[in-house]
């Protein structure tokens, strides 16, 4: 009984409540669940039937897009290669920041950075041995310093990255309560010291409802600039990414999957949703709502490629879309008529694709938008960020205006990606 | 909140339903454990009033109806395994329990049987060393059955009268990790004659639903005989070892109040409900 052409409260509220059920198991805070499942309701009485969508998948499709609008959209480490970059990792006890601030060191070095890893936490029993051990086994330096007193160290350290041209501190500072007023007032004697670029917490992913008022006190402590979640190895469905989300409005910028230095992953907001919702009776249509808005991206950006608004961006998402799905395009499949489209064997290599996203990143957001600027002296500094030989750029540069060019010569496609 | 929610309750005269739902749901107790109460409650048809009471009543007799001492072992030495996830307090838990041993005039020994993380060892040595008890431990990466082994043989050589025995964390979803768990157990079992005294799973009382996936995994491959509630001095109160003790008869044993090697004491009800409520 669909009357007037709306969906009823009835459809509605049996698709709410196991909806709420997820969420709340995924350990969502409460106070973000019931304010989501509201809206969704609120939206969802004013949305009128579609015929041919069952109403529980209508109203999946919207708190769908409400969870996307909470997790915003990502954002990358905010490191300026030309100055002395400060990050600091905070968090409540035993939640993995000194093993993340290796991961980030790692990751950071991947590009090019000189990182130093500087030791700050006095109180936990071994904590710089930790840090030494692993960055050691990396081949990261570790600042050794023997004093225990914060401003030594800081002076020392200072002089230190200054003398040893790097690029990027990561300060692992010791573990606290956001209840503790004293230890988190250290935290903003730090930062009005140093002034970071980043100011993450770490949080455990396995943390439940109180996930809320963790972050909330932190951010409003020192002012977050992100978070990073660890423990996404877990079977923990992780929902106080959301609570973090929500309460905070900062990014979450990486996620932790294990314990060794390369298990640190970027965040992906979609696989958190289906990573919570992805549960009994809801998950196929979970799948089906996710495969068409994904679809409708496609389309979006075909129409992009069409219009030759197709960006380096671009580009690069989609090269990661590749990658996901094993190496078929989703943009082709939109583009109007190709006769005897053959999928390219290279879009499936998986080292390729990561070779070319690099090469983007290590772009700046100027060259993004306009590659023709694009000389020698940037060609060196964009490979050397990337890790890549300068003759990897202009292949990507030169795959990158092929496909810009597809629209009219799809055929083309089996020759872009054929790096050498 | 809960006060402001309180002071509502007397004002409007209603402390409904759905409020001891919320309170239950924002204290991490789980969607299933939380209607189940509410059901209960229904079914007794408690007063509006008295819904706080009933609920405090509820825990008492989940927490009564399990053991929560300590085993000690008749023939020393009694053996204590700390088991969990990454990061949830086993080392310092060990640390603060081989003090008040020690300061209970029993003689301890340790064992660095988390040969796998960076420091752990160097963590563990230096509690023992603050604390001045004997540690048995091996180089970083060496088998940890071996090192527990080599600890037991060298507490019953000198007599001691508890070993404890520290491993690495590790996630529930990592097979292999479980498996060695295994390993260790039987290895343990096997040299003393007997199970552990003690199997203890250390959950961080922040954590949410994920415990109970890790309840179910580890108590497959080690026979848990209790909780240490850790981090217990934060915000968080661990409503989720509620529907853990009703819901698989395992204790919660202890608590940890604390980073200071002081900081731990044996589960008190009155305490869980007096920061609950
Ligand atoms: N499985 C898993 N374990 C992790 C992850 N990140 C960190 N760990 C582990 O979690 C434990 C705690 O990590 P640490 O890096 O020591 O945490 P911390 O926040 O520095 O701890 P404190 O300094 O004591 O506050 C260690 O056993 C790490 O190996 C992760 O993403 N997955
Ligand atoms: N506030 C508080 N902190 C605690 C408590 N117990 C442990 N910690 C802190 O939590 C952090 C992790 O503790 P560990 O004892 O290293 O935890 P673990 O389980 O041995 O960690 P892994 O061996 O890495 O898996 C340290 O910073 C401890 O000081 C507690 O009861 N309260
Ligand atoms: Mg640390
Ligand atoms: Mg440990």
Redesign the pocket.
């Known amino acids: 009984m669909r009357s007037k052409g709306r969906l009823s409260d009835e459809d509605i509220h049996s698709s709410l409540r196991e909806l709420r059920i997820a969420l709340l198991e995924g350990d969502v805070n409460l106070d973000v669940v019931k304010n989501v499942v509201s809206r969704v309701e609120e939206k969802a009485k004013e949305q009128r039937v579609i015929e041919s969508i069952a109403p529980a998948e209508q109203v999946i499709t919207i708190l769908y897009n409400e969870l996307i609008t909470i997790l915003g959209d990502p954002a990358p480490l905010k490191v300026d290669p030309n100055v002395l970059n400060f990050i600091m990792l905070v968090g409540l006890?035993?939640n993995g920041k000194t093993t993340t601030s290796v991961k980030l060191a790692h990751f950071l070095r991947e590009k090019g950075m000189k990182v130093l890893l500087v030791p700050f936490d006095f109180k936990?029993p071994a904590a710089r041995e930790q840090l030494m051990v692993l960055g050691g086994r990396d081949g990261i330096p570790v600042f050794n310093d023997s004093s225990e007193n914060p401003d030594i160290v800081i002076n020392n350290a200072f002089k230190y990255l200054k003398d040893g041209g790097f690029n990027v501190a990561i300060l692992d500072t010791a573990?606290r309560?956001e209840i503790d007023v004293e230890v988190m007032n250290e935290l903003k004697y730090i930062k009005d010291v140093l002034h970071p670029s980043e100011i993450l917490l770490v949080m455990d992913g396995t943390i439940g409802q109180g996930a809320l008022t963790v972050a909330r006190s932190f951010n409003e402590e020192i002012s977050l600039t992100g978070a990073i979640f660890t423990k996404f190895d877990s079977s923990a469905k992780g929902g106080s990414v959301l609570s973090f989300r929500y309460v905070t409005g900062k990014p979450v910028k990486f996620l932790g999957v294990g314990e060794n230095v390369e298990d640190i992953e970027v965040f992906d907001p979609r696989r958190l949703i289906s990573r919570i919702l992805g549960r009994g009776d809801i998950q196929t249509l979970v799948e089906k709502v996710e495969r068409t808005i994904s679809e409708q991206e496609s389309e979006e950006l075909a129409k992009k490629v069409l219009d030759g608004k197709f960006t380096l961006k671009d580009f690069k998402e989609e090269l990661l879309r590749f990658k996901k799905m094993g190496g078929i395009s989703s943009v082709v499949s939109y583009l109007p008529s190709i006769p005897n489209f053959k999928i390219p064997k290279d879009f499936s290599d998986e080292k390729m694709i990561k070779k070319m996203v690099a090469i983007i990143d290590s772009m700046t957001e100027e060259e993004r938008d306009d590659p023709d600027i694009v000389n020698g002296s940037r060609r060196a500094r964009i490979a050397k960020g990337a890790g890549v030989e300068k003759h990897d750029v202009n292949v990507l540069l030169k795959n990158f205006s092929t496909f810009r060019k597809l629209s009219k010569n799809l055929e083309d496609i089996d020759r872009i990606f054929k790096f050498s | 909140m809960r006060i402001l929610s309180k002071i509502k309750c007397l004002l409007t005269g209603k402390s409904s339903f759905d409020e001891i739902e919320d309170f239950l749901l924002s204290n991490d107790f789980g969607v299933d454990f939380t209607s189940s109460i509410l059901t209960e409650m229904k079914e007794n048809k408690i007063n509006s009033h008295n819904l706080m009471e009933a609920f405090k009543d509820k825990v008492e007799a989940i927490v009564s109806a399990v053991d929560s001492s300590m085993r000690i072992n008749n023939i020393p030495p009694t053996v204590y395994l700390f088991v969990?996830s990454?990061?949830?307090?086993?080392?310092?838990?060990i640390a603060k329990i081989a003090n008040k041993l020690k300061k209970n005039g029993k003689s301890v020994l340790v064992v660095a049987g988390?040969t796998f993380?960076a420091g752990?060892i160097e963590?563990l040595s230096e509690w023992a060393d603050r604390i001045q008890v004997p540690v048995v431990k091996q180089a970083l990466g060496s088998d940890p059955a071996s090192v527990i082994y080599d600890g037991l043989d060298s507490g019953i050589v000198r007599k001691v009268d508890f070993i404890l025995i520290?491993t690495?964390?590790r996630v529930e979803t990592k097979k292999n990790l479980i498996g060695e768990l295994k390993k260790i157990y039987s290895v343990i079992s096997k040299k003393i004659e007997r199970v552990p005294d003690e199997i203890l799973l250390?959950l961080d009382a922040y954590i949410g639903q994920n415990a109970l996936s890790q309840i179910d995994i580890f108590k497959e491959a080690v026979p848990i005989t209790g909780i240490v509630l850790?981090?217990?001095?934060?915000s968080a109160s661990g409503g989720i070892v509620l529907p853990i003790i009703q819901q698989y008869g395992i204790p919660v044993k202890l608590m940890?109040?604390?980073?200071g090697i002081e900081?731990i004491e044996a589960f008190s009800c009155e305490k869980y409900l007096k920061k609950l409520v």
Do not use: I, L, Y
């Open positions: 006890q035993g936990r573990g309560k | 969990g990454n990061g949830s307090g086993k080392t310092t838990t988390d993380r752990a963590q520290d690495s964390g250390v850790s981090k217990f001095d934060g940890g109040t604390g980073e900081d």
